[in-house]
């Protein structure tokens, strides 16, 4: 009965590359769906190609010629996995090699796609070690199963108990591999669509351009956080354990609630209104003093204030509970929404490019001097016009206070903590920030002595923060510099530490350095 074993052995080979994929397809789930191998090997495949074999595949397959070459190639796999699975069995490890051959070809075409870096292999690399994992158990156990039976046995005779464990390990491998595998690949598509969408968006030109950032608004000291921050290096703050794959054709927003008049709004139709530039800063509730939970980009949406005339509020509304697909919810005071001095958006574009999906893709809201996670909902689909008496964010069942206005803040980015400079003309410079407000003045404090006046670089407007330097003349020896803001409106930062929670960090930003 050796060609019973040899069908089990070829099946522990097709479980083996069932893991394989699965475990690449649940990895590239964090990693970026791009990095999943299975199309990628399919556009190695067309790439090198011959001509004269594409042209026959479309010859033959026409238009149907691409889900061909995945056939083709899926039967290739099967038989070289089942191969691998006799090998195993027969003369190990000569089918680990054979596994480890093939993942190392999708390994090859992962990272040689466009736009990938070397660490695009990883969910490949992370699927091979299991397959290999998964092939050698399977083989060992088949084996220990046809050691002990003196006759090998046919498929569903005699049990015992090494054909039982057989069974077993083979079964749930294999469940595990097909479920897990079907939802990761799902998800991974669902993500590359909405990536696709993304990049076949093109943004109107604002109605209203923000002001032009003033070449005065970047110092230009090494070290220095720049005024604008790159979309690439905005942080990013969420619940959403794989980012929400939302695409613009079925993306509507609803108003909601305690309005006269709900109001819906489809994607084209919030293109086609005459949309505003404005540079918010935003950040984080979560930031600590000198953290770098917080960052100021060009935004282009529409008022969120437009919206809500259109939907007439009832008396006795003072919250909006803004929902996204995610299931997360922020509460905002609508009257600080409804503000005609105050930028509320609702925004569809970050720095001159449609919002990067993890930062909200397609829409989201920016109101400048509130805190993230009271006013900033990313794939924002709901406005719900309530009142803070009957409806709470996210955050705030979760110790979280439910207003959060940004507290006046600064921070010192040269020297920076523990650093060592000369001893001279030392620039001590940073960020301040007091959205909504504007900051007016910064000083440094060096050693707890009097507070001298740093300079304050251009903005384009008081809802972003300033870069600030301070020209020290700096002594020998150990040192310790504090910075403080005062806003517009004459109040000065206060140097009471508290930490982020309830309702955000305060104190000031010390750093301590040597001069030597
Ligand atoms: N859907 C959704 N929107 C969200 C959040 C979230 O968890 N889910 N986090 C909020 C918080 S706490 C912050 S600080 C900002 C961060 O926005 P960013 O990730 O674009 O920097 O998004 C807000 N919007
Ligand atoms: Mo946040």
Redesign the pocket.
């Known amino acids: 009965m050796r060609r019973t074993a040899h069908v089990w052995a070829a099946v522990t080979g097709l479980i083996s590359a069932a893991a394989v994929l699965a475990a690449a397809e649940i990895i590239a789930i964090f990693a970026g769906a791009a990095t999943s191998p299975v199309f990628a090997v399919g556009s190695l495949a067309i790439d090198l190609a011959p001509p004269g074999v594409k042209s026959f595949m479309i010859a033959v397959f026409g238009t149907g010629d691409k889900a061909a070459l995945l056939v083709i190639l899926g039967i290739l796999v099967v038989a070289l996995a089942a191969l691998a699975g006799i090998l195993e069995y027969r003369r190990p490890p000569f089918g680990l090699v054979v596994l480890v051959l093939v993942s190392g070809i999708a390994v090859l075409a992962v990272t040689t796609r466009a736009g990938a870096s070397g660490l695009s292999g990883i969910p490949t690399v992370v699927g091979m070690i299991v397959g290999v994992l998964v092939l050698r158990m399977l083989a060992r156990r088949l084996r220990a199963w046809t050691a002990s039976a003196a006759e090998p046995v046919p498929l569903g005779a005699q049990t015992g108990l090494d054909r039982r464990r057989f069974l077993t390990a083979a079964g749930i491998t294999a469940l595990v591999a097909a479920f897990g595998g079907v939802i990761a690949r799902a998800m991974n598509a669902a993500a590359n669509a909405v990536s696709a969408a993304r990049d076949a968006v093109v943004l109107p030109a604002a109605a209203t351009p923000a002001p032009a950032v003033p070449a005065s608004a970047d110092l230009g000291l090494e070290g220095l956080t720049p005024y604008i921050t790159p979309n690439e290096d ?7 354990l794989q980012v ?1 794959a939302l695409a613009t054709d079925n993306w509507k927003l609803r108003v909601t609630g305690l309005v006269d008049q709900p109001v819906e709004i489809g994607w084209d139709e919030l293109l086609a209104l005459p949309l505003e530039e404005h540079v918010v800063t ?5 930031n600590e003093v000198g953290g770098d ?1 917080i ?1 100021n980009a060009v935004w282009l949406g529409y008022p969120i204030r437009e919206i809500l005339k259109k939907a007439a509020p009832q008396a006795g509304a003072d919250m909006v509970l803004s929902v ?3 299931g ?1 919810t ?1 509460g905002t005071p609508l009257e600080a929404l409804q503000d005609e001095g105050r930028v509320a958006l609702l925004a569809v574009g970050m720095n001159g490019q449609p919002l990067p999906v ?3 893709f397609p829409v ?2 920016v109101v400048a001097g509130l ?3 009271v ?6 689909t709901e406005l719900r016009v309530t009142r803070f008496a009957d409806a709470e964010g ?2 705030t069942p979760r110790g979280w206070s439910a207003l959060g206005p940004i507290k006046t803040e600064s921070r010192i980015d040269v020297p920076r903590a523990g650093a060592t400079v000369a001893a001279g003309k030392v620039a001590v410079a940073g960020v301040a920030w007091a959205q909504h407000t504007g900051v007016s003045k910064v000083e440094v404090q060096v050693d707890g002595g009097d507070w001298a006046e740093a300079r304050l670089a251009g903005t384009t407007g008081v809802d972003t923060w300033v870069q600030w330097v301070y020209e020290w003349d700096a002594p020998a020896g150990q040192h310790t510099l504090a910075v403080r803001a005062t806003d517009a409106s004459g109040a000065t930062q206060t140097d009471v530490q508290a930490p982020p929670a309830p309702d955000g960090a305060s104190g000031w930003d010390t750093v301590r350095v040597t001069v030597s």
């Open positions: 905005f942080y990013r703050i969420d619940t959403a929400p935003l950040a984080c509730v979560s939970l960052g996204s697909t995610d997360f922020a993890e930062h909200g989201r809201m805190y993230g996670y006013s900033a909902t990313k794939w924002v996210y955050w």
